[in-house]
């Protein structure tokens, strides 16, 4: 199972210190105008995002397919790299949206995903015409669904569409394991195992995931550890907390013995080198922050490589 890293514009630069780094970016998560040219380095694989859920989330109006699909292309700019492209979504997060107005957002969904199809065709086209530099550009189709039955219909209209790249989304709200797994198989059933999940952050979920033979997750979970202080270890998997910090909600995660002043895990990670580093304790500063990040995503992305063997 490859591992996307959901990538916002104050984040760690993860490809600098992952040959190999998938990366996730969504319109909403930088600004308007940022480039992919702004990397010093260009991640491994690419996936551009529709944005869709921040709309929905932010009950903001969504742009058009068209105007999703421009900025797609903007943010990739000149650069060749393997990338995918995900369709303009309308995730369904209320418990309080009516029946209609979730079927309303999986007929929007699909009918965004046929639009997608038509911008794509226009696109190879200039393409063929030599008026625009060929990059390698995989369209990837969003299944929404707020229960088995409206998933697999979903899915089976976009796989009608003829699309061949599937990911899933709106399966994070839902924490509870089985049913997620229950829905990632129902659209397996449709589409065959090779889908992706968006925003994954539990590890139990990841595991999960892994076992039903999801292509692809991504995750802001580094990031996200370190803002809360948290320091993850692979092989076996462990989690600290700094001691003396404040988590308000996140504190009741750590037991006390789980709550260190001091590291004495020698780490093998970029920003450890081998040694044991006090310097992923140190709070307050986003310098150690984005060390805690980059310690984080090694590790997490390390136990993922070993479920795979
Ligand atoms: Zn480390």
Request: charged share 20%; net charge positive; hydrophobic share 35%.
């Given at each position: 199972?490859?591992?996307?890293?959901?990538?916002?514009?104050?984040?760690?630069?993860?490809?600098?210190?992952?040959?190999?780094?998938?990366?996730?970016?969504?319109?909403?998560?930088?600004?308007?105008?940022?480039?992919?040219?702004?990397?010093?380095?260009?991640?491994?694989?690419?996936?551009?995002?529709?944005?869709?859920?921040?709309?929905?989330?932010?009950?903001?109006?969504?742009?058009?397919?068209?105007?999703?699909?421009?900025?797609q292309i903007e943010i990739l700019a000149k650069c060749?790299?393997?990338?995918?492209?995900?369709?303009?979504?309308?995730?369904?997060?209320?418990?309080?949206?009516?029946?209609?107005?979730?079927?309303?957002?999986?007929d929007k969904t699909i009918a965004n995903a046929w639009?997608?199809?038509?911008?794509?065709?226009?696109?190879?086209?200039?393409?063929?015409?030599?008026?625009?530099?060929?990059?390698?550009?995989?369209?990837?189709?969003?299944?929404?669904?707020?229960?088995?039955?409206?998933?697999?219909?979903?899915?089976?209209?976009?796989?009608?569409?003829?699309?061949?790249?599937?990911?899933?989304?709106?399966?994070?709200?839902?924490?509870?394991?089985?049913?997620?797994?229950?829905?990632?198989?129902?659209?397996?059933?449709?589409?065959?195992?090779?889908?992706?999940?968006?925003?994954?952050?539990?590890?139990?979920?990841?595991?999960?995931?892994?076992?039903?033979?999801?292509?692809?997750?991504?995750?802001?979970?580094?990031?996200?550890?370190?803002?809360?202080?948290?320091?993850?270890?692979?092989?076996?998997?462990?989690?600290?907390?700094?001691?003396?910090?404040?988590?308000?909600?996140?504190?009741?995660?750590?037991?006390?013995?789980?709550?260190?002043?001091?590291?004495?895990?020698?780490?093998?990670?970029?920003?450890?080198?081998?040694?044991?580093?006090?310097?992923?304790?140190?709070?307050?500063?986003?310098?150690?922050?984005?060390?805690?990040?980059?310690?984080?995503?090694?590790?997490?992305?390390?136990m993922i490589s070993l479920w795979v063997e």
């Amino acid at each position: 199972m490859d591992f996307y890293i959901s990538w916002s514009h104050s984040d760690p630069i993860y490809q600098l210190y992952d040959r190999q780094c998938s990366m996730l970016i969504s319109p909403t998560s930088i600004t308007s105008v940022w480039q992919i040219t702004r990397f010093p380095k260009m991640p491994y694989q690419l996936m551009i995002d529709s944005g869709g859920y921040s709309y929905v989330a932010n009950q903001q109006p969504p742009p058009t397919p068209r105007q999703v699909f421009q900025r797609q292309i903007e943010i990739l700019a000149k650069c060749d790299l393997p990338t995918t492209i995900c369709t303009l979504d309308v995730p369904i997060l209320g418990r309080t949206t009516t029946i209609i107005e979730r079927s309303k957002a999986i007929d929007k969904t699909i009918a965004n995903a046929w639009e997608l199809k038509l911008l794509m065709a226009e696109y190879s086209k200039k393409k063929e015409l030599g008026k625009q530099k060929i990059y390698s550009i995989k369209p990837m189709a969003i299944v929404q669904g707020y229960d088995i039955i409206s998933l697999k219909y979903c899915a089976r209209r976009l796989k009608e569409l003829g699309y061949t790249h599937f990911g899933i989304g709106s399966l994070a709200h839902l924490y509870v394991p089985n049913e997620i797994r229950k829905r990632v198989e129902a659209v397996q059933s449709i589409v065959g195992s090779h889908v992706h999940i968006f925003g994954v952050s539990g590890i139990e979920t990841m595991k999960l995931l892994s076992e039903v033979g999801v292509t692809s997750v991504d995750s802001t979970r580094p990031i996200k550890a370190a803002i809360y202080n948290e320091i993850l270890y692979s092989e076996p998997y462990q989690r600290f907390g700094i001691a003396g910090s404040k988590f308000s909600q996140a504190s009741s995660k750590f037991s006390q013995a789980k709550m260190v002043k001091e590291l004495t895990i020698a780490c093998p990670c970029p920003v450890c080198e081998g040694k044991v580093n006090n310097d992923l304790l140190k709070l307050g500063t986003r310098k150690h922050l984005l060390l805690r990040a980059i310690h984080n995503y090694y590790h997490l992305k390390k136990m993922i490589s070993l479920w795979v063997e």
